[in-house]
T-cell receptor, first 115, second 110 residues
Framework: NAGVTQTPKFQVLKTGQSMTLQCAQDMNHEYMSWYRQDPGMGLRLIHYSVGAGITDQGEVPNGYNVSRSTTEDFPLRLLSAAPSQTSVYFC??????????????FGQGTRLTVV | LAKTTQPISMDSYEGQEVNITCSHNNIATNDYITWYQQFPSQGPRFIIQGYKTKVTNEVASLFIPADRKSSTLSLPRVSLSDTAVYYCLVGKTGFQKLVFGTGTRLLVSP
């Protein structure tokens, strides 16, 4: 049982490049989310999904796309990277509301630098 | 989602009890209070969750007064490894849209 797995752990991009941050969970969780954390700040929600085929925007969605084709995977796409997207990105998953053990489980993060 | 207010930082020594208070004046009737712990270069980790009165698990206790406008996370006998940032969150249990503030940075010294 690996929990929430994020790849890559580190990435350097040039301005304008695109890339996909991968997130996979093996706990059969319905909910999955992406957050970014800037230095000295709390986490901010980018996008979230309540199940396969369903996604919605969070607090800071601009510049990011997501899709949820399976329960296990929730990739985050940066279409045209900008220096303002330099941050640490965390993926999280949890059971749906109303179930026991509804704590969120976080991945180890992807540290992204855009130059 | 209810906004929370916590102290920015706290200092303690090994073996002491640490109490971190969180203010959430606009908490809704069906909101729960959840605390997460984050170590440097790691994702947050769930510590404890409660709705009212007191909740205790193997790592912490959570005290919630009757009006639920605040809560206190209590860490008994802290060690150096408890040095971390602690976040108080308020929302429906199982909510997928967690709202993090800046948290409380706890530094435990020998």
């Amino acid at each position: 049982n690996a929990g929430v797995t994020q790849t890559p752990k580190f990435q350097v991009l040039k301005t304008g490049q695109s890339m996909t941050l991968q997130c996979a969970q093996d706990m059969n969780h319905e909910y999955m989310s992406w957050y970014r954390q800037d230095p000295g700040m709390g986490l901010r929600l980018i996008h979230y999904s309540v199940g396969a085929g369903i996604t919605d925007q969070g607090e800071v969605p601009n510049g990011y796309n997501v899709s949820r084709s399976t329960t296990e995977d929730f990739p985050l796409r940066l279409l045209s990277a900008a220096p303002s997207q330099t941050s640490v990105y965390f993926c999280a998953s949890s059971y749906r509301a109303g179930q026991r053990n509804t704590e969120a489980f976080f991945g180890q993060g992807t540290r992204l630098t855009v130059v | 989602l209810a906004k929370t207010t916590q102290p920015i930082s706290m200092d303690s020594y090994e073996g002491q009890e640490v109490n971190i208070t969180c203010s959430h004046n606009n908490i809704a009737t069906n909101d729960y209070i959840t605390w997460y712990q984050q170590f440097p270069s790691q994702g947050p980790r769930f510590i404890i969750q409660g709705y009212k009165t007191k909740v205790t698990n193997e790592v912490a206790s959570l005290f919630i007064p009757a009006d639920r406008k605040s809560s206190t996370l209590s860490l008994p006998r802290v060690s150096l490894s408890d040095t971390a940032v602690y976040y108080c969150l308020v929302g429906k249990t199982g909510f997928q849209k967690l709202v993090f503030g800046t948290g409380t940075r706890l530094l435990v010294s020998p």
